[in-house]
């Protein structure tokens, strides 16, 4: 039996250890979303987060030091317990797997939910979680695999907030790129699995007009400039760092590239339609699942920088129709993955109350 919980009941208790990636780009969306819904929240963070200010506008906010030691742990999950029955939230929302630690007790007055924006590692630390909720059927479909209960694995997927319609995009002479350059822009952290090497490789093959902005930071930073250097594009590679808002930087590019071998979602993708580019990306789990090849993006073999590169070329050196998969691709984003329709599932899913659930 499932009934809908009163308006009174609409409250929320989010536990998010994150830094500042995308993952935390979406937490604040969807909390800033719940917030013009009515929902009440409360999240339990880590101290000093950037982003912190941001979220406090629309959602209390406690800062707390998530200790390492077995024994202090349950002094820590103790206190989070008591302060969201303090708040009286009867849902908490665990973001990625390191909030599964720190959940409180599932029972009548509490269910329990985890996010996961990326494939699934293990559940040995998931005791206390009721409900998984991936962002594609990919994560679902590994998780199920892995054994957890099917009909207690939700799939619903991403929104991106619509750009202003007056936003300014950036001032490609401030960043040693032509004004009539061919700019390809990528977005993500500088690790192995983000394939940030195949984009510099596939760039190496495209004419001079052609140059890339790479909006990130991580590990592999230093190995891409170098890279870079190596294949003599460096004056065509351009290390922007991370970016809290890069939509400026997708308001001044031509082509959003995901060059990535084993992306889950690509929220990246979503970013590109949004800020009306056309897409080129690898056929990773993510974006295979989200572009449909030839009408709303194109598709290239993972780890193949010559495929990258004549996708590249197809969509902007040879203008191959790039404002049509655009267009394609910007229709597909509102009619699947709008704010409405998103937030209406997470509404449904969470404030929902099935007497069945418990845990897996």
Known sequence: MATELPASGKKIAHIHLGVDGGAEKFFLRLSRALAKRGVEQIAFIRKNRPWRDELAQHCKVRELKFSRSHVKRHFVRWGISREIRSFGAKVTLGWMSPASKWMPKPGPDMRTFLRLGDFPDGFHTYGNVQNLIGNTPEIIRQAVEMGWPGDKAHMISNFVDPLPDDLMPVNRADYSTPENATVLISLGRFVERKRFDLLIKALAKLPETVHAWLIGDGELMDDMKRLADELGVQ????????????????????????????????????????????????????????????????????????????????????????????????????????????LGRYEQLLFTDRQEDSGP
Do not use: Y
């Open 235 to 342: 004056d065509r590679t351009h290390f922007f760092g991370w970016q809290r808002d890069p939509s400026a930087f997708l308001k001044a590019a031509d082509i959003l590239v995901c060059p990535a071998d084993d992306e889950p979602l690509g929220n990246v993708v979503l970013e590109g339609w949004n800020a009306g580019l056309p897409v080129v990306a690898t056929d990773s789990p993510g974006p295979g699942w989200l572009i449909e090849h030839g009408k709303t993006g194109l598709l290239s073999p993972c780890g193949d920088a010559d495929g990258l590169a004549a996708s590249v070329d197809a969509v902007g050196v040879s203008m191959t129709a790039p404002s049509d998969l655009a267009q394609e691709g910007h229709k597909f984003l509102l009619a699947q993955f709008s704010e409405a329709s998103i």
